[in-house]
């Protein structure tokens, strides 16, 4: 949190525009942390780092930015990525 505090109360400060850019410190944090753990699991993980700006910018920690992650996080876990088909063994059965 102090990264994302130190980013966007500079960078608040610099452009004018308040709070937003504090919290779209705190959604690019932790978008990219949980990222991390998504790209292993899910195709097109990396909305989950937009999603989290978006929604921490917009919603400011409230149901917007719940709403906001919460219908891309649906979205990236209909995705998964294919996993090797676990029904057929290449060990031959006696």
């Known amino acids: 949190m102090t990264v994302s505090y130190t980013i966007g109360t500079a960078g608040g400060a610099w452009l004018k525009i308040g709070p937003s850019f504090y919290y779209a410190g705190i959604g690019i944090l932790a978008g990219v942390l949980q990222w991390l753990i998504l790209k292993k699991q899910f195709r097109q993980a990396e ?8 929604g921490w910018a917009v919603g400011h920690g409230n149901i917007i930015t719940i709403l906001i992650t919460g219908v891309v996080l649906v979205w990236i876990l209909r995705r998964p990525i294919q996993q090797p088909d676990q029904s057929t063994s290449s060990v031959p059965s006696m």
């Open 47 to 54: 909305w989950w780092v937009v999603a989290n700006i978006v």
